[in-house]
Nanobody, 125 residues
C-alpha cells in the first residue's frame, strides 16, 4: 500500500518555474515506478512524466519535453517534478501516481495503482 500527497503547486507567470513534490508513505516505495499526470476538468488524465523505480530511466510527454524534469529520492520516499518555462496551457491539476514496472503502456492511467489528491498549477499570461 502506498499513499501519496502532492504539494508545491501555485500561481506563476508564464516563463516561470515551479517544483512539485510528492511525498509517499509505505515501505515498498522504491519498488514502484512513479509518474506525474495532469487533468483539465472534463478531459482525460494526461501523462506528463515517469521515472523508473531506481530513478535511472525517465520518460516525458512531448508537450513538456525539454521543460520538465522528474527525479526521486528513495531514501526520502519522495518524487519531484521540476517545471521550467511554464506556459498558460500548463495550467491544471497535477497528480502523482505509483505503479508497477513492466507495464504495456506507461502513459496509461490504468497502469498506476495509487494516486494523490492533486495540486493546482496556474500559469498566468
Amino acid at each position: 500500500q502506498v499513499q501519496l500527497v502532492e504539494s508545491g503547486g501555485g500561481l506563476v507567470q508564464a516563463g516561470g518555474s515551479l517544483r512539485l513534490f510528492c511525498a509517499a508513505s509505505g515501505r515498498t516505495f522504491s519498488t514502484y515506478a512513479m509518474a506525474w499526470f495532469r487533468q483539465v476538468p472534463g478531459k482525460e488524465r494526461e501523462f506528463v512524466a515517469r521515472i523508473s523505480a531506481s530513478g535511472g530511466r525517465t520518460s516525458f510527454a512531448d508537450t513538456v519535453k525539454g521543460r520538465f524534469t522528474i527525479s526521486r529520492d528513495n531514501a526520502k520516499n519522495a518524487v519531484y517534478l521540476q517545471m521550467n518555462s511554464l506556459k498558460p496551457k500548463d495550467t491544471t491539476l497535477y497528480y502523482c501516481a505509483a505503479g508497477p514496472l513492466g507495464v504495456d503502456v506507461i502513459t496509461a492511467p490504468r497502469n498506476y495503482n495509487y494516486w494523490g489528491q492533486g495540486t493546482q498549477v496556474t500559469v498566468s499570461s
